[in-house]
């Protein structure tokens, strides 16, 4: 589908940002001095296989913080960082959270999967994961780590995390640590929702007659850890490290963990099954303040209904699961006994902050020769996020024509612009159906004035990498972005065999690192 009209984009997307204070300064810096944004033209870039980040006329970046910097005397920022959140005490100053979602043996243990595996190398492995907190201010005008402040510290595979729920799960009331952290999401009370996506790889998964898969990383040679405590939403206080495994959210490949308050102080969170084929939730707490009790609820796209995942209210699940916490454990098999609809990768999902529309990222689906993806909308019955119906219709439509592919992260700015991050996979990156794409990049769909409903490339990733976890700071006058996996297909590390130097150029190692978007 091609950029679409502005007439029918504005009725799609609905005008206007009354009330919305904030202009779209990011794209403001693209002119500096220009009062009429309305009618500021945007230009974007050209898509490349340049080993840098490349910005749009008027923008630049600063390098924050990269993988292995020391954040205070024991800790170190972790690998392939993904999701950030920003909890500010001021406009210039609060804590970064960022995901660390997976390990590249041969960077982080130096093992290459040719020799017999070693618990120090899972070991060190499981340091590099979970997440970060850091402090940060702006001084000058500059985004910086504050080092060895008091509220530095890391979230790890080795971190103990208590399970919020009434049953232990696989015999234990607690896991070692968190993994596989994707996107996520922020409370209204300030803590952060950071999601256990494609924790398979780490202690594998149990087959559907009991039987053990095997992981990519293999750690459950030296962890005998269930696979069953992984995969779930984690809730964890920024200023205290504290954490929580939210088992009523369900387990399943979380992408996001997107938090809708209702007026009556409990949550909707939205999550996706990022996974081909998989499956569209969301979780309606009980309880103002508290995530750990509720209704897990599937999309059904079929009938636009959400269909509870209730034991006790379903013969059809009483049938196939022993008990609720079954029903939890085994989400995905739920979800399909229940028709809920399974889509082409959910992935990131963001709330219109102007109509309250529900945007879904569904990134591909290859098996299926869906290789551009697409966004969803969601529109609640009456706007009530609480409505158990909706409308949904396709926003845009990857390919040639639209000029991006396989959609990920998304964001809003205050003015209703969306932005969002592709995830083409490095293997495909310049060859086949995304010939024509360069590297990934971050684009933005203009909500008003003559480019409204066209999408604009405005930045594009060094090689092999992708950008994530986009989030705007308190001002909106800059953006910080994850660099995630750059070289990642690179062969050897003692050769200096890189297919990406960044972000530190010459023969360096790659590194994944967040950066910050701003004027010039």
């Known amino acids: 589908m091609e950029n679409i009209t502005r007439r029918r984009f504005i009725k799609f997307i609905g005008q206007g940002s009354a009330g919305l204070a904030i202009s779209p300064l990011l794209i403001q810096a693209c002119a500096p001095g220009t009062t009429d944004l309305e009618e500021l033209e945007l230009v974007g870039i050209e898509p490349t296989l340049r080993d ?138 300030g803590t952060i929702l ?40 984690v809730e964890v206080n920024p200023k205290t490290g504290d954490a929580k495994k939210l088992i009523s959210m369900g387990r399943f490949a979380h992408e996001c963990a997107t938090v809708k308050e209702l007026p009556d102080g409990r949550l909707v969170v939205y999550s996706g099954d990022d996974k081909n084929d998989g499956c569209l939730y969301k979780f309606i707490s009980s309880e103002p303040g508290n995530l750990e009790k509720g209704t897990l609820y599937v999309a059904s796209l079929e009938t636009n209904s959400w269909i509870p995942l209730d034991y006790n209210s379903h013969v059809r699940l009483q049938g196939l699961f022993e008990s609720q916490t079954d029903v939890l454990v085994k989400c995905r098999q739920a979800a399909i006994a229940m028709e809920g609809s399974q889509l082409d990768r959910p992935e990131d999902i963001e709330i219109d902050p102007v109509t309250g529309g529900v945007f879904i990222s569904l990134t591909n689906n290859i098996p299926k020769e869906n ?76 909500r008003e004035g003559p480019q409204a409903g066209k999408v604009i490339q405005v930045a594009s990733a060094p090689v092999e990498a992708e950008f994530t976890g986009p989030t705007f700071t308190p001002d909106g006058k800059q953006l910080i972005l994850s660099v995630q996996h750059p070289g990642e297909r690179s062969k050897s590390i003692y050769d200096f065999d890189f297919t990406s130097h960044w972000p530190e150029g010459g023969n360096s190692v790659p590194k994944s690192a967040v950066i910050v978007i701003s004027g010039v």
């Open 52 to 189: 840098e980040v490349v910005l749009a006329d008027g923008l630049k970046y600063d390098l924050l913080i990269k993988w292995k910097d020391p954040i205070n005397d024991k800790d170190f920022f972790g690998y392939n960082n993904d999701y950030t959140a920003f909890i500010p005490f001021s406009d210039d100053d609060g804590l970064l959270w960022v995901n660390h979602e997976y390990v590249d043996p041969k960077f982080v243990s130096g093992y290459f999967g040719d020799l017999a595996r070693h618990r120090r190398q899972v070991e060190e492995e499981m340091l590099h994961v979970g997440g970060s907190i850091v402090r940060i201010k702006k001084k000058r005008g500059k985004w910086e780590v504050v080092p060895n402040d008091e509220y530095n510290r890391r979230v790890t595979a080795k971190t103990m995390i208590p399970f919020a729920w009434n049953e232990p799960i696989k015999g234990k009331t607690e896991a070692m640590g968190t993994l596989a952290n994707c996107s996520g999401g922020v409370t209204p009370w």
């Open 371 to 446: 290789y551009h993806g697409s966004i969803l909308k969601i529109d609640e019955t009456d706007g009530n996020y609480e409505s158990l119906t909706f409308e949904w219709d396709t926003f845009l439509t990857g390919g040639e024509e639209s000029g991006f592919a396989c959609p990920d992260n998304l964001a809003f700015d205050a003015s209703g612009n969306l932005w969002f991050t592709s995830d083409i996979s490095g293997k495909f990156i310049g060859t086949g159906p995304y010939s024509s794409f360069g590297n990934n990049g971050l684009f933005v769909v203009r």
């Open 194 to 233: 950071t999601c256990e996506e494609n924790y398979e790889n780490f202690y594998g998964d149990t087959h559907e007659n009991g039987s053990h898969i095997n992981s990519l990383y293999e750690w459950e040679i030296f962890y005998n850890n269930p696979p069953e405590h992984y995969g779930w939403v």
